[in-house]
Protein backbone atom coordinates (compact mmCIF):
# COMPACT_ATOMS: atom_id res chain seq x y z
CA UNK A 1 0.00 0.00 0.00
CA UNK A 2 2.89 2.02 0.87
CA UNK A 3 4.35 1.37 -2.75
CA UNK A 4 1.07 2.58 -4.09
CA UNK A 5 0.26 5.63 -2.21
CA UNK A 6 3.74 7.49 -1.82
CA UNK A 7 3.94 8.95 -5.59
CA UNK A 8 0.54 9.99 -4.95
CA UNK A 9 1.23 12.17 -1.77
CA UNK A 10 4.63 13.52 -3.38
CA UNK A 11 2.14 14.97 -6.46
CA UNK A 12 -0.30 16.32 -3.73
CA UNK A 13 3.24 17.88 -2.15
CA UNK A 14 4.43 19.17 -5.42
CA UNK A 15 1.55 20.79 -6.77
CA UNK A 16 -0.50 22.22 -3.76
CA UNK A 17 1.56 25.24 -4.20
CA UNK A 18 4.63 27.28 -6.13
CA UNK A 19 7.77 26.13 -4.47
CA UNK A 20 10.70 29.07 -4.17
CA UNK A 21 13.79 27.14 -2.46
CA UNK A 22 13.03 27.05 1.32
CA UNK A 23 9.28 28.57 0.35
CA UNK A 24 6.19 27.15 -0.57
CA UNK A 25 2.95 29.40 -1.86
CA UNK A 26 -0.69 28.88 -2.58
CA UNK A 27 -0.52 32.37 -3.79
CA UNK A 28 2.08 35.57 -4.16
CA UNK A 29 0.24 38.82 -2.67
CA UNK A 30 1.14 42.26 -4.41
CA UNK A 31 0.77 45.12 -2.30
CA UNK A 32 -0.37 47.81 -4.91
CA UNK A 33 -1.92 51.51 -4.89
CA UNK A 34 -5.06 50.98 -7.05
CA UNK A 35 -5.37 54.10 -7.86
CA UNK A 36 -2.31 55.12 -9.73
CA UNK A 37 -2.74 54.89 -13.77
CA UNK A 38 -1.21 53.51 -15.86
CA UNK A 39 0.55 51.58 -13.71
CA UNK A 40 -1.66 49.41 -11.46
CA UNK A 41 -5.88 50.82 -11.17
CA UNK A 42 -9.61 49.80 -11.90
CA UNK A 43 -11.18 49.84 -15.42
CA UNK A 44 -14.86 51.27 -15.26
CA UNK A 45 -16.07 47.87 -14.56
CA UNK A 46 -13.36 47.66 -11.06
CA UNK A 47 -11.48 45.23 -12.94
CA UNK A 48 -7.51 45.97 -11.79
CA UNK A 49 -5.68 46.72 -14.89
CA UNK A 50 -2.14 48.33 -15.91
CA UNK A 51 1.12 47.91 -16.73
CA UNK A 52 2.94 46.80 -13.74
CA UNK A 53 -0.38 44.69 -13.50
CA UNK A 54 0.34 42.80 -16.31
CA UNK A 55 3.69 42.50 -16.31
CA UNK A 56 3.18 41.14 -12.73
CA UNK A 57 0.58 38.81 -13.59
CA UNK A 58 2.65 36.91 -16.50
CA UNK A 59 5.83 36.78 -14.02
CA UNK A 60 3.90 34.95 -11.53
CA UNK A 61 1.93 32.77 -13.95
CA UNK A 62 5.49 31.72 -15.44
CA UNK A 63 6.48 30.80 -11.41
CA UNK A 64 3.26 27.95 -11.70
CA UNK A 65 1.93 30.76 -8.75
CA UNK A 66 -1.85 32.10 -8.10
CA UNK A 67 -1.31 36.09 -7.39
CA UNK A 68 -3.38 38.58 -5.50
CA UNK A 69 -2.98 42.13 -5.63
CA UNK A 70 -4.03 43.74 -2.21
CA UNK A 71 -4.26 47.32 -2.58
CA UNK A 72 -2.63 49.17 0.32
CA UNK A 73 -1.86 52.77 1.87
CA UNK A 74 1.26 53.55 -0.10
CA UNK A 75 1.85 55.91 2.76
CA UNK A 76 2.44 53.20 4.95
CA UNK A 77 4.31 50.81 2.29
CA UNK A 78 6.64 50.24 6.01
CA UNK A 79 3.94 48.26 7.21
CA UNK A 80 2.10 46.07 4.83
CA UNK A 81 6.34 45.01 3.98
CA UNK A 82 7.45 44.26 7.13
CA UNK A 83 4.12 42.77 8.88
CA UNK A 84 3.78 40.13 6.10
CA UNK A 85 0.70 41.12 4.65
CA UNK A 86 2.94 41.14 1.04
CA UNK A 87 4.93 39.44 -0.23
CA UNK A 88 6.30 42.06 -2.69
CA UNK A 89 5.23 45.59 -4.23
CA UNK A 90 5.05 45.95 -7.89
CA UNK A 91 3.29 49.28 -8.61
CA UNK A 92 5.72 52.03 -9.66
CA UNK A 93 8.04 51.53 -6.52
CA UNK A 94 11.38 54.21 -6.60
CA UNK A 95 14.50 52.55 -5.36
CA UNK A 96 15.38 54.90 -2.66
CA UNK A 97 17.10 54.75 -0.32
CA UNK A 98 14.56 55.46 2.22
CA UNK A 99 12.95 52.58 1.41
CA UNK A 100 15.98 50.43 1.56
CA UNK A 101 16.04 50.50 5.20
CA UNK A 102 13.20 47.91 5.52
CA UNK A 103 12.94 46.26 1.91
CA UNK A 104 15.13 44.49 -0.87
CA UNK A 105 14.59 45.84 -4.45
CA UNK A 106 14.64 44.16 -8.01
CA UNK A 107 17.04 45.44 -10.37
CA UNK A 108 15.71 48.77 -12.09
CA UNK A 109 13.26 48.33 -15.06
CA UNK A 110 12.11 51.99 -15.51
CA UNK A 111 12.94 55.37 -15.06
CA UNK A 112 10.80 57.48 -13.33
CA UNK A 113 11.16 61.75 -12.68
CA UNK A 114 8.65 63.94 -10.67
CA UNK A 115 7.28 67.17 -13.06
CA UNK A 116 4.86 69.69 -12.30
CA UNK A 117 0.89 69.44 -13.43
CA UNK A 118 -1.43 72.29 -13.14
CA UNK A 119 -4.39 73.98 -14.14
CA UNK A 120 -4.86 74.19 -17.85
CA UNK A 121 -3.28 78.05 -18.29
CA UNK A 122 -0.92 77.82 -16.57
CA UNK A 123 -3.06 80.61 -14.33
CA UNK A 124 -0.01 80.87 -11.78
CA UNK A 125 2.39 81.51 -14.09
CA UNK A 126 4.94 78.18 -12.91
CA UNK A 127 7.63 76.84 -14.88
CA UNK A 128 10.08 75.50 -12.25
CA UNK A 129 10.44 74.50 -8.70
CA UNK A 130 11.83 77.84 -8.32
CA UNK A 131 8.05 79.42 -9.29
CA UNK A 132 6.64 77.33 -6.31
CA UNK A 133 7.32 79.80 -3.93
CA UNK A 134 3.94 81.56 -2.14
CA UNK A 135 2.14 78.87 -3.77
CA UNK A 136 0.10 75.42 -2.42
CA UNK A 137 1.92 72.40 -3.76
CA UNK A 138 0.38 68.58 -3.50
CA UNK A 139 1.69 65.63 -3.91
CA UNK A 140 0.57 61.99 -2.99
CA UNK A 141 1.50 60.74 0.36
CA UNK A 142 4.12 58.43 0.69
CA UNK A 143 5.80 59.12 -2.36
CA UNK A 144 9.05 60.11 -3.98
CA UNK A 145 8.14 63.52 -3.94
CA UNK A 146 6.55 63.57 -0.43
CA UNK A 147 10.06 62.68 0.92
CA UNK A 148 11.87 64.73 -1.36
CA UNK A 149 9.99 68.12 -0.21
CA UNK A 150 10.06 66.72 3.18
CA UNK A 151 14.19 66.50 3.05
CA UNK A 152 14.62 70.11 1.73
CA UNK A 153 13.12 72.59 4.38
CA UNK A 154 14.08 75.51 2.48
CA UNK A 155 11.67 74.45 -0.48
CA UNK A 156 8.86 73.23 1.65
CA UNK A 157 9.18 76.29 3.77
CA UNK A 158 8.98 78.73 0.57
CA UNK A 159 5.81 77.13 -0.30
CA UNK A 160 2.55 78.55 1.04
CA UNK A 161 1.35 75.19 2.12
CA UNK A 162 2.39 71.21 1.44
CA UNK A 163 -0.49 69.33 1.32
CA UNK A 164 -0.47 65.68 0.61
CA UNK A 165 -3.34 63.08 -0.86
CA UNK A 166 -3.81 59.51 -0.33
CA UNK A 167 -3.38 58.84 -4.48
CA UNK A 168 -3.29 61.02 -7.37
CA UNK A 169 -7.06 59.99 -8.25
CA UNK A 170 -7.84 61.99 -5.24
CA UNK A 171 -4.81 64.69 -6.76
CA UNK A 172 -6.72 65.18 -9.89
CA UNK A 173 -9.90 66.07 -8.52
CA UNK A 174 -8.64 68.93 -6.14
CA UNK A 175 -6.23 70.35 -8.84
CA UNK A 176 -9.04 70.46 -11.28
CA UNK A 177 -11.42 72.72 -8.60
CA UNK A 178 -8.07 75.17 -7.85
CA UNK A 179 -7.35 73.40 -4.22
CA UNK A 180 -4.05 73.73 -4.70
CA UNK A 181 -1.85 75.60 -7.33
CA UNK A 182 0.45 72.78 -8.47
CA UNK A 183 0.79 68.97 -8.27
CA UNK A 184 4.51 67.08 -7.87
CA UNK A 185 3.69 63.45 -9.74
CA UNK A 186 5.64 60.86 -11.70
CA UNK A 187 5.85 62.05 -15.22
CA UNK A 188 4.51 58.61 -16.74
CA UNK A 189 1.15 59.08 -14.18
CA UNK A 190 0.83 62.69 -15.44
CA UNK A 191 1.18 61.92 -19.29
CA UNK A 192 -1.52 59.10 -18.61
CA UNK A 193 -3.66 61.28 -17.49
CA UNK A 194 -3.49 63.74 -20.19
CA UNK A 195 -4.15 60.64 -22.62
CA UNK A 196 -7.50 60.24 -21.13
CA UNK A 197 -8.05 63.72 -20.01
CA UNK A 198 -6.71 65.62 -22.73
CA UNK A 199 -6.89 69.39 -22.27
CA UNK A 200 -7.58 69.37 -18.46
CA UNK A 201 -4.24 70.32 -16.90
CA UNK A 202 -0.75 71.63 -18.77
CA UNK A 203 2.74 70.04 -17.75
CA UNK A 204 5.50 72.16 -16.51
CA UNK A 205 8.39 70.47 -18.58
CA UNK A 206 11.03 70.32 -15.32
CA UNK A 207 12.39 67.95 -13.10
CA UNK A 208 11.99 67.89 -9.28
CA UNK A 209 14.37 66.67 -7.78
CA UNK A 210 16.54 63.48 -8.85
CA UNK A 211 15.54 61.35 -11.61
CA UNK A 212 14.83 57.64 -9.54
CA UNK A 213 13.79 54.36 -11.25
CA UNK A 214 11.17 51.73 -10.48
CA UNK A 215 12.09 48.38 -8.90
CA UNK A 216 10.16 45.77 -7.30
CA UNK A 217 9.97 45.89 -3.64
CA UNK A 218 10.41 42.61 -1.26
CA UNK A 219 10.66 42.08 2.84
CA UNK A 220 14.19 41.49 3.32
CA UNK A 221 13.82 37.93 4.79
CA UNK A 222 12.63 36.93 1.22
CA UNK A 223 15.94 37.39 -0.71
CA UNK A 224 15.05 33.94 -2.78
CA UNK A 225 11.83 34.68 -3.73
CA UNK A 226 13.54 38.47 -5.14
CA UNK A 227 15.49 36.65 -7.17
CA UNK A 228 12.92 33.71 -8.61
CA UNK A 229 11.26 36.90 -9.49
CA UNK A 230 14.10 38.26 -10.91
CA UNK A 231 14.97 35.19 -13.38
CA UNK A 232 11.75 35.52 -14.56
CA UNK A 233 11.84 38.85 -14.89
CA UNK A 234 14.92 38.60 -16.99
CA UNK A 235 13.05 35.81 -19.08
CA UNK A 236 10.42 38.37 -19.88
CA UNK A 237 12.61 40.78 -21.11
CA UNK A 238 14.77 38.77 -23.36
CA UNK A 239 11.80 36.82 -24.63
CA UNK A 240 10.75 40.03 -25.60
CA UNK A 241 7.36 40.02 -23.60
CA UNK A 242 8.17 42.72 -21.51
CA UNK A 243 8.67 45.03 -24.48
CA UNK A 244 4.80 44.10 -25.73
CA UNK A 245 3.27 45.20 -22.48
CA UNK A 246 5.40 48.51 -22.58
CA UNK A 247 4.28 49.02 -26.34
CA UNK A 248 0.43 47.84 -24.81
CA UNK A 249 0.55 50.80 -22.53
CA UNK A 250 2.91 53.65 -23.95
CA UNK A 251 3.42 52.99 -27.24
CA UNK A 252 7.29 52.87 -26.59
CA UNK A 253 9.69 49.92 -25.32
CA UNK A 254 10.25 51.75 -21.58
CA UNK A 255 12.22 48.48 -19.93
CA UNK A 256 15.35 49.38 -18.77
CA UNK A 257 18.17 47.07 -19.69
CA UNK A 258 18.75 44.77 -16.72
CA UNK A 259 22.25 45.43 -15.11
Not at 44 to 53: A, K, S, Y
Not at 199 to 215: C, Q
Amino acid sequence: MKKIFLPLLLIIFFTSGCSVMNYNYEKIVIGIDDNFAPMGFRDENGELIGFDIDLAKEAIKRMNCEVEFKPIDWANKEEAITSGSVDMIWNGLDIMDEYKKYMIFSKPYMDNRQILLVQKGNPQNIYSEFDLRGKIVATQAGSHSEIYINANESVKNSFKEFRTYPNFKDGFAALAKGEFDALIIDEIAARYEMTINPGAFDIVETTIGSITKFGIGFPKNKVELRDKVQKIFDGMIKDGTAKEISEKWFNADLIKTQK
